[in-house]
């Protein structure tokens, strides 16, 4: 109990949302499930999840969404980088 409460403490410390947390806890055995089974099924090919459009679709939208974030930073450092870079 004092380790769940430890947690849930660092949790709203660090502003951590739990239903992402409670959904993974969820979803995850049932995605790990049909992920075992799609690649017994493909002979443990990852290119079956690329040979249908739709799934294809999903998976370099999650790839974005991913990298979307970083984008911004890069911007960031940039310009500071050019900031330190032009004389007084």
């Given amino acids: 109990m004092v380790g769940f409460g430890l947690f849930g403490y660092l949790m709203k410390k ?12 969820v979803l995850g055995p049932m ?3 049909n992920l075992r089974k799609s690649l017994i099924m493909s ?15 999903f998976l370099i939208l999650a ?3 991913l990298v ?6 890069w911007g960031k450092k ?10 007084d």
């Avoid at 660090?14 to 806890?25: C, S, V």
């Avoid at 040979?51 to 294809?56: D, I, K, N, Q």
Wanted: aromatic share 18%.
């Fill in 43 to 57: 002979d443990g090919s990852f290119f079956l999840f690329f040979t249908r459009p739709l799934s294809a679709f």
């Fill in 63 to 65: 790839i974005v969404l």
């Fill in 68 to 73: 979307f974030p970083l984008i911004p930073k």
């Fill in 78 to 87: 940039r310009d500071k980088i050019a900031s330190l870079d032009e004389p």
């Fill in 31 to 33: 995605v790990e499930v």
């Fill in 14 to 25: 660090f502003e951590y949302e739990g239903a992402p947390l409670i959904l993974a806890f």
